[in-house]
């Protein structure tokens, strides 16, 4: 099955770096075999609701981090989750380099906005 936002099989090579037991903190899905790569070096993002998280160690990353690392500060983790149950979609929150090429992300990540904005959050 084609999963949204998947271009290339490069973009699931992701899941080579997800243990079997990492689980998202948003939509509660199993993050093997359910991440895609996004343009910033090791983050890949929930395929389930495009929440992103670090995979791979960047150069400069204390080794006392554990992986994978959600990339969302956790102040607005209730935020997501509260999305995530109010309306079930993507958020689109991975980072992007070349917009041009994740038109379905953004706008995910536009309707997020706005949903934010309605509620007055920063
Ligand atoms: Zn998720």
């Known amino acids: ?9 490069y973009d699931l090579r992701s899941n080579l770096c997800t243990d079997d037991e990492a689980m998202c903190v948003v939509c509660d899905e199993k ?3 359910n991440t895609r790569w996004t343009d910033s070096f090791g983050e890949a993002v929930c395929i389930t609701c495009e929440i992103p998280y670090q995979l791979l160690r960047p150069s400069g990353m204390a080794e006392d981090v ?3 690392k959600c990339n ?16 079930r979609q993507p958020m689109g929150l991975g980072t992007y380099l070349i ?16 949903w934010c904005e309605e509620r ?3």
């Open 1 to 9: 099955m084609v999963k949204s936002g998947v271009r290339h099989d």
């Open 31 to 33: 993050l093997k075999g």
């Open 66 to 68: 554990e992986l994978p």
């Open 72 to 87: 969302i500060k956790p102040e607005w983790l209730p935020r997501l989750k509260e999305y995530w149950e109010e309306k």
């Open 99 to 114: 917009t041009r090429d994740y038109e379905e992300d953004l706008e995910h990540r536009r309707t997020f906005g706005r």
């Open 120 to 122: 007055g959050y920063g």
